[in-house]
Nanobody
Framework: QVRLVESGGGLVQAGDSLRLSCTAPGHSISIYSMAWFRQTPGNEREFVAAISRSGGSTNYADSVKDRFTISRDNAKGTVYLQMNSLKPEDAAVYFC????????????????????WGQGTQVNVSS
């Protein structure tokens, strides 16, 4: 069983930055695409960003494009989400996810493309 662990969430002011991290203790993520999703109470979990196994391909939700950057360090087994210019509407629980199929960069942003999920890290943004 794959366990993903997110960290780096917290409370910031609008316009500030945060960097989230995701690790997978005891498991190599190097052959899997990875993604970040987020969820607010009463809403569906929504796609934020994805990165291919090599880091050569990325995909972003329109709402975060040009503000958020997903990256990875396979040597450290870590995926990052750098969030800049945060807005109150970015407040959510952020989840890390591993693609269901090795070697493949998902062609959609659907949750079903991802098989393993972390417990999430809370991000709050005050106005």
């Amino acid at each position: 069983q794959v366990r993903l662990v997110e960290s780096g969430g917290g409370l910031v002011q609008a316009g500030d930055s945060l960097r989230l991290s995701c690790t997978a203790p005891g498991h190599s993520i190097s052959i899997y695409s990875m993604a970040w999703f987020r969820q607010t109470p009463g809403n569906e979990r929504e796609f934020v960003a994805a990165i291919s196994r090599s880091g050569g391909s990325t995909n972003y939700a329109d709402s975060v494009k040009d503000r958020f950057t997903i990256s990875r360090d396979n040597a450290k087994g870590t995926v990052y989400l750098q969030m800049n210019s945060l807005k109150p509407e970015d407040a959510a629980v952020y989840f890390c996810a591993e693609a269901a199929r090795a070697l493949i960069f998902p062609s959609t942003t659907a949750r079903e493309e991802y098989a393993y999920w972390g417990q999430g890290t809370q991000v709050n943004v005050s106005s």
